[in-house]
C-alpha cells in the first residue's frame, strides 16, 4: 500500500466523506450539516445523486 494511502486510511478520511461534506457544504454552508453528511459518507452521495434532477442520468 502507499504511503498516502496510509496515511488517509490512518485519519479516517475517505473519498465518500469528502465529497458528502463538499455536497453538504455547497447547499448548507453548515458546519454541522457538512459533519452529519461527512459521517454518512457514500449513502449521502448517493441520495443526493438519486434525489437531484439529471442526477445520475446526466
Known amino acids: 500500500m502507499s504511503?498516502?494511502?496510509a496515511t488517509a486510511a490512518q485519519a479516517g478520511i475517505g473519498l465518500g466523506s469528502a465529497i458528502a461534506v463538499a455536497i453538504s457544504w455547497s447547499l448548507h454552508q453548515s458546519?454541522?450539516?457538512a459533519i452529519v453528511h461527512g459521517?454518512?459518507?457514500w449513502f449521502y452521495v448517493i441520495w443526493h445523486a438519486v434525489t437531484?434532477?439529471?442526477g445520475i442520468t446526466g
Do not use: A, C, L, N
Open 3 to 5: 504511503d498516502h494511502r
Open 52 to 54: 437531484r434532477p439529471g
Open 39 to 41: 459521517f454518512f459518507g
Open 31 to 33: 458546519i454541522i450539516w
